[in-house]
C-alpha cells in the first residue's frame, strides 16, 4: 500500500464520518423545530388561560411562563421585557418559518382587545399550532430521509472523487 493511497482512504474517511456529524446535527434541527413549534403552543395556551382565569398583564404572562424547551427560554424572557413582536424579530429561535409566521401574527393582535376576544385568539392560535405540529411530526421521517440521503450522495460522491 503505498502512502497516497492511505491517505485518499483516510480523507475519504474523514469525509464519510463528517458526513455523518452534519446529518446528525440536521435530525437534532428537525427535533428542536418540533419542540420549540410545541413550547409556543404552550405559550399560547398559557397566555389564553392567564387572560381568561387571572386578568394579568401580557408582560407579566411572559415574564411567568416556563416554557418546556430551552432553546426557546431566552426569546419568551425576552418578550417579558420588550413584546413578543420585537423579541421575535431580535432573538433566534429554532422555529421553521410556518410557525414563525404564526407567532408573528399572533404578536401584532396581541394585547389589543378586552379580555374574551384575546381569550379566543389564544385559543384559535393554539389550535393552528397544533394542527401544524402534527404536520411537522407527520413529515419528520421523510424529512430525515431525504436529508440524509442527500448528504450520503454528496458525500460518497466527494469520496468516489478523491478514490
Not at 500500500?1 to 483516510?10: E, G, N, P, Q, R
Not at 464519510?16 to 428537525?30: E, L
Not at 402534527?134 to 430521509?145: F, G, I, T
Request: hydrophobic residues 45%.
Amino acid at each position: 500500500m503505498s502512502a497516497v493511497f492511505l491517505c485518499k482512504a483516510a480523507g475519504a474517511l474523514l469525509v464519510i464520518f463528517s458526513g455523518f456529524c452534519i446529518s446528525r446535527g440536521y435530525g437534532r434541527a428537525v427535533a428542536d423545530e418540533i419542540r420549540a413549534a410545541k413550547d409556543a403552543e404552550m405559550l399560547v395556551r398559557h397566555i389564553g388561560e392567564c387572560i381568561t382565569y387571572r386578568g394579568d398583564g401580557i408582560r407579566e404572562i411572559f415574564g411567568s411562563y416556563r416554557g418546556s424547551f430551552d432553546g426557546t427560554a431566552e426569546l419568551w424572557r425576552r418578550a417579558a421585557e420588550c413584546g413578543l413582536s420585537s423579541a421575535l424579530s431580535s432573538v433566534q429561535a429554532p422555529f421553521d418559518p410556518e410557525t414563525h409566521a404564526i407567532l408573528t401574527e399572533f404578536a401584532a393582535s396581541l394585547g389589543r382587545g378586552y379580555r374574551e376576544p384575546q381569550a379566543e385568539l389564544c385559543r384559535a392560535v393554539s389550535a393552528k399550532l397544533a394542527s401544524h405540529i402534527q404536520r411537522l411530526e407527520a413529515s419528520k421521517k421523510d424529512r430525515l430521509r431525504v436529508g440524509s440521503a442527500i448528504l450520503v450522495f454528496v458525500f460518497l460522491s466527494l469520496v468516489i472523487l478523491m478514490i
